[in-house]
């Protein structure tokens, strides 16, 4: 038996099984021994069985500790609907063993495993090592902290406002009276490693955690921490799903934020400028700013060795300026503390895990707890943004007959089938973040992105096309056969401008050889003789030199095609070298016409009686010099923009750029500044050169002119291109801290 439930159905269930599991505890409280058919629903079956199961773990704990034991046995002979292939659930018998242990009876993991053999690799792996076991209700029982409420003191606080109350406690809105300030409360049971958790984090999207105080006789636990006035996120969620795709704007977190505020007493500012701004936003780009926040925020806390572990709506609270504020580490695992371990405190909010996790919360699943990594997070993350975007999760939440098959079939349906959105996205904005969010909730963990920074990167770039562009628009066109055959793409790029510089170098020299060979017929041979050797000795060792300064670009170029990542140093060295490959080219283009123009006046000197040494040497290196500036400008600009469009682009997709980057595609800026005025001086010189020699070929000059304002005009445009592409990569490339702190945009063209 299963059932396929939307999110607020799936909410709905929860919160019965909560209510039920409340109303039960407390009949126990009252001294009465409740009977577990009043508490049950009569319908859907999978729901009822989920509540039976519960609620025996709640009725095995309150007989343990009145000292009223009641055996497994006996509660499944009352409902043999438990039974399956003669077993019951897993988790059911593990409670039974947890608490018989917590109890200190004699008991050994081993023999529930001879009693149940078909779950007894699940229970060894929910026993653990260690010695200690962990509770598996759902639910945990929250009603000794009911006598908590608004308009008491507890302790150094007064009990203003209740804010919110989840499975490990109550939250509320005191005034700290030794310190006369306001705090956010966290009265929860005294456990878990929540607040050494939260005082190692320093972020601005993270609640910043200010003591915590313990009251023993209470055996509850103070946490006193930031307040943030705007509600959570799970209201805006609620929001969305109640407004029409239609009218979806950033109003609605400005609303939202409103109602938080007016429910803690804090009336905000309607003229604030964060409401302008969010207001003239589409919901996309809402959606986008929230994520990039809350990937810096995991990703901050994941290099500080911590996993959150239950990224949801209801744990991302809201300052009274919209920004997201991650809280609620209470099962969050941090490596730096001393005797804590991923098994410890393990849970979450199944609706928003991935399925690594999912899996590691099974105990049928050989999956352990330690083999998750951040990526896990980004994916809740990502469920979370699909949510917010869509009014929907990507998954159907699965209810099924027990606590594991519902894992199981909740993990699969992840790793089987691609998430489901209402329709297609509403604009541009939300096409792109469309695209990020599938593949952060990729049921492949190396096609995910690597990190926190790479996640608000790509969400940063669903508000600039172009740097969208440029970074993820590689997938087919001649953007696509240049990232896959990189140094074959240099060729058309660089051909031309050879080309042309020699038909003017061969025909200004060719001319005045003429005029020389009246005299000395024999200087034409020698003449040809030598453009020969230039031409099959100089040019190709040219070639030689620039794809050999390119083949380790080209190299890594083609291993991203085969791998999906690649070691980190070597596509930032690629990056580095592809930035240069437009001044080598140019290097290499400018010393060998100079070379030239001192080879032809040399050879015609040495083996020619006529030819004029000064006169020669000066009328080579003129038009060698011209031509070397051609093949210098008009390459470098080609192949920096074959760089800055595609090569660079295409190594950045898989790593994170450092601020040396940065500085470098600033510099090359500028340095494509300093070659644009040389692409009007070259046609000039050429034009001048042509006049000196030849004063009466009009039709030649005129020629010359005309295809010199060409080639000006394509450079102009060309710098164009590499300016702005540049300015694309600057925000697809700014440091992870400063993303989202500027509103630069770049168009596409």
């Not at 988790?91 to 008991?107: M, S």
């Not at 541009?428 to 096609?447: E, F, G």
């Not at 060729?491 to 042309?500: A, K, S």
Request: aromatic fraction near 8%; charged fraction near 20%; include cysteine.
């Amino acid at each position: 038996m299963s059932a396929n439930l939307t999110a607020e159905a799936a909410t709905q269930a929860w919160d019965d099984l909560a209510e039920r599991l409340e109303r039960f505890l407390a009949t126990w409280e009252a001294g009465t021994e409740p009977t577990l058919a009043e508490y049950l629903p009569a319908e859907p079956p999978a729901h009822r069985q989920r509540v039976l199961v519960e609620l025996i773990k709640a009725d095995l704990e309150q007989r343990s500790v009145r000292g009223r034991p009641k055996s497994l046995d006996e509660y499944l002979a009352q409902h043999p609907e438990l039974l399956a292939d003669g077993e019951p659930p897993c988790d059911l018998i593990y409670e039974e063993f947890h608490l018989r242990r917590a109890a200190g009876q004699p008991v050994s993991i081993q023999d529930y495993c001879r009693r149940y053999p078909r779950s007894a690799e699940a229970l060894r792996r929910l026993a653990g090592t260690s010695g200690a076991t962990i509770s598996t209700q759902l639910v945990s029982p929250t009603r000794r902290l009911d006598g908590f409420v608004a308009g008491k003191r507890l302790d150094d606080f007064d009990l203003l406002v209740e804010l919110g109350k989840g499975a490990f406690g109550s939250v509320f809105l005191a005034r700290q009276i030794s310190m006369q300030r306001l705090v956010a409360l966290k009265v929860s049971a005294d456990r878990g490693n929540e607040p050494q958790t939260l005082a190692q984090l320093d972020h601005p999207n993270i609640v910043r955690v200010f003591d915590q105080r313990r009251l023993p006789s209470e055996r509850v636990r103070l946490l006193y921490m930031q307040f943030a006035p705007g509600g959570t996120l799970a209201e805006v969620a609620h929001q969305v799903r109640a407004t029409p795709p239609a009218a979806r704007s950033g109003a609605i977190l400005i609303a939202c934020v409103a109602a938080g505020q007016l429910k803690a007493g804090f009336p905000g500012d309607e003229d604030a400028p964060w409401r302008r701004r969010v207001a003239a936003s589409t919901w996309p780009e809402t959606v986008c700013r929230l994520g990039l926040q809350l990937a810096q925020a995991l990703d901050y806390a994941h290099k500080q060795g911590i996993l959150h572990r239950d990224v949801k709506p209801a744990n991302i609270l809201l300052s009274g300026e919209g920004s997201p504020k991650l809280a609620d580490f209470n099962i969050s695992f941090a490596s730096q503390l001393e005797g804590a371990t991923p098994a410890a405190y393990f849970g979450g909010s199944m609706a928003y895990m991935s399925p690594e996790q999912l899996e590691a919360c099974n105990p049928e699943h050989s999956r352990l707890p330690d083999d998750l990594d951040g990526r896990s997070d980004l994916y809740a993350l990502g469920v979370v943004l699909w949510e917010l975007l869509y009014g929907q999760r990507p998954y159907a939440d699965v209810e099924e007959v027990s606590w594991t098959a519902t894992l199981a079939a909740m993990a699969s349906r992840r790793r089987a089938h691609q998430p489901t959105s209402p329709g297609p996205p509403p604009d541009a904005v939300a096409a792109r973040l469309d695209a990020v969010l599938r593949k952060v909730l990729s049921p492949d963990v190396s096609r995910r992105h690597a990190d926190g920074a790479a996640l608000a990167r790509d969400l940063s770039l669903c508000t600039n096309p172009r740097a969208w562009s440029l970074v993820h628009d590689l997938g087919s066109g001649w953007r696509s056969f240049a990232a896959h055959q990189p140094l074959i793409a240099l060729v058309p790029v660089n051909l031309p401008p050879f080309i042309l510089a020699g038909i003017f170098n061969y025909l200004y020299n060719h001319a005045y050889i003429l005029k020389l060979a009246e005299q000395e017929p024999a200087i034409m041979t020698v003449f040809n003789g030598i453009s020969l050797f230039v031409n099959s000795a100089l040019y190709p060792l040219g070639v030689v030199v620039v794809l050999a300064f390119a083949w380790p670009v080209a190299r890594v170029l083609r291993r991203l095609a085969r791998e999906t990542r690649l070691p980190e140093d070597e596509l930032r060295a690629a990056r580095r070298r592809s930035l240069q490959i437009g001044h080598v080219v140019a290097l290499v283009g400018l010393v060998l016409w100079l070379v030239a123009g001192l080879t032809f006046p040399t050879g015609l000197s040495l083996f020619t009686e006529t030819f004029p040494p000064q006169q020669g040497f000066v009328h080579f290196f003129l038009a060698m010099a011209t031509c070397g500036l051609i093949s210098c400008v008009f390459p470098f600009l080609a192949t920096t923009w074959l760089a800055v469009r595609v090569f660079f682009p295409a190594l950045l997709a898989s790593a994170t750029p450092d601020p040396r980057e940065q500085r470098q595609l600033a510099a090359l800026g500028r340095q494509a500044g300093y070659y644009l005025p040389i692409a009007v001086v070259v046609p000039l010189l050429a034009v001048a050169l042509l006049i000196l020699s030849d004063p009466g070929n009009r039709a030649a000059s005129i020629g010359l002119i005309a295809a010199g304002g060409v080639g000006f005009l394509g450079a102009y445009a060309m710098f164009n291109r590499i300016r702005g592409d540049l300015a694309a990569l600057t925000i697809a490339t700014r440091p992870v801290e400063m993303l989202g702190t500027s509103t630069d945009t770049v168009e596409s063209f």
